[in-house]
């Protein structure tokens, strides 16, 4: 059966208080800015159109399993259940298609663009993939990935959970640091820490910024600074960045040091963020604590990030594969993000095949 997926990151944008000239995160506007106004909030109404998506998507995917799961005994009654179901799965079909057009309608208003594109001109080329989140080796879901026709950036969306990695005070042998020990690996096999020949940590010395504590690193790096120098990664105290799964991330192009942008869905701020560091192959959606911290999400590396509503845009082959300063990345993702706004197409495209589905594999981070 053909499922109607909109590609609501344009609504997204258009609908919410998106990133301003200058700002780093910006925040939905309060109720109280907007209530002497004489028109309606769109943006408001966006959000709330996103919302009624959402929700309606769990009520066909509901349709849908309940459809497949009606039994097959002979007789008219089985017959009638399989038509009733049918009948459910499309009426609610039918309902998610308009909302997803109530939702581009307001999205063209708010932001003054021309009606959408014709779907079948504009999303037939371009491919769409499904990200396998595993635990212990074993599926637990897929996340879409998507990317627009005609522009390389891609989005997804899911949780967060919270990276210390690049932080001085990440780890400490007497697993004292920001973040719990286990996380940096095990003797032998360490990912989250600069590590010498013989595969041992280095430790912070008297002049370092806390002595005593593992030197954390990050897959970006400033590789003028030498390798046990806690300054040469990506502090994740104090830098916005993303983790991508590596073998994800070779696939579409991006690599440590591109820009980024992310969204909390659930309170409208957002914030410009770089791809700073490589995560587990079989997991998605990560960022470093002054990422969380941007977003209104609980930060604390071991007890902190979001179950869902976090949406990523990542922009490939937009960097330099060297850290930035806070300044960098927000001039920098700005201006990527109003070239990308400019040349985007609002589209609801049908798609007709499942995507293909993206499982990395170990050790292609």
Request: charged share 20%; proline share 8%; glycine share 10%.
């Amino acid at each position: 059966m053909r499922c109607a997926v909109v590609l609501f990151l344009g609504g997204i944008f258009l609908c919410s208080s998106i990133v301003t000239r200058g700002q780093q995160v910006s925040p939905m506007p309060a109720p109280e800015q907007v209530e002497d106004q004489a028109a309606p909030n769109n943006a408001q109404d966006c959000s709330s159109s996103f919302d009624a998506i959402r929700q309606q998507r769990q009520y066909v995917e509901r349709d849908r399993r309940q459809f497949v799961g009606v039994d097959d005994p002979p007789g008219m009654q089985a017959i009638n259940s399989a038509d009733l179901r049918s009948i459910e799965l499309q009426q609610d079909l039918n309902i998610l298609e308009q909302k997803e057009t109530d939702l581009s309608r307001c999205a063209v208003v708010n932001n003054g663009l021309s009606a959408a594109q014709d779907s079948s001109r504009s999303c037939s080329s371009e491919p769409l993939l499904n990200f396998q989140v595993s635990h212990d080796g074993e599926p637990v879901r897929e996340v879409p990935i998507w990317r627009l026709p005609g522009n390389t950036a891609f989005f997804y969306e899911s949780g967060m959970t919270i990276d210390a990695d690049g932080a001085p005070n990440a780890y400490h042998p007497d697993n004292t640091g920001l973040d719990d020990l286990a996380n940096a690996g095990v003797p032998g096999h360490w990912q989250g820490l600069a590590k010498n020949e013989d595969g041992e940590p280095f430790v912070q010395g008297p002049d370092d910024p806390f002595p005593g504590y593992y030197v954390s690193a990050t897959a970006l790096s400033d590789r003028t600074k030498p390798v046990n120098d806690p300054a040469r990664y990506v502090d994740a105290s104090k830098i916005p960045f993303i983790v991508l799964p590596g073998g994800l991330a070779r696939q579409l192009g991006a690599r440590p040091g591109d820009f980024a942008v992310v969204f909390n869905l659930q309170n409208g701020k957002n914030t410009y963020a770089i791809f700073g560091d490589v995560g587990p192959f079989d997991r998605i959606g990560e960022g470093s604590m002054a990422l969380a911290e941007n977003l209104g999400i609980g930060s604390n590396a071991r007890h902190g990030g979001a179950r869902r509503d976090i949406l990523y845009l990542v922009f490939p082959g937009s960097g330099n594969g060297r850290p930035r300063p806070i300044e960098e990345i927000n001039a920098e993702t700005e201006k990527l993000l109003q070239t990308w706004r400019e040349t985007m197409q609002l589209t609801a495209c049908t798609v007709q095949e499942p995507a293909p589905r993206f499982e990395g594999s170990q050790g292609t981070n």
